[in-house]
């Protein structure tokens, strides 16, 4: 889940989805409860404070894009 602003540019993922994290449904973690979801962001910082936020909640299946997408050499490629 791409959780940067849409001025932000386009996701550079495919099979991202983009969600902004000023607009994002918190119940979108919910409805995906028993699938692993990976958010990111351009450089992490908003991806961990979002992880922070939904791991209290109790949604550890979220995971984050350690570093961001400049944290990555290439966008990296998510199985399925």
């Known amino acids: 889940v791409d959780i940067r602003e849409v001025d ?3 996701t550079s993922l495919p099979e991202a989805l983009r969600l902004p994290l000023s607009s994002i ?3 979108f ?3 995906h409860y028993n699938r692993p979801v990976v958010v990111f962001c351009q450089k ?10 939904l791991r ?5 299946h ?3 894009l350690k ?6 050499a290439q966008p990296p ?3 399925n």
């Open 56 to 60: 209290a909640k109790g949604f550890d």
């Open 29 to 31: 973690f919910a409805t």
């Open 67 to 72: 570093g961001g997408l400049m944290g990555v």
């Open 8 to 10: 932000e540019g386009p």
């Open 25 to 27: 449904n918190r119940d």
């Open 77 to 79: 490629i998510l199985a």
């Open 44 to 53: 992490g910082h908003r991806s961990r404070v979002l992880l922070k936020e």
């Open 62 to 64: 979220v995971v984050a």
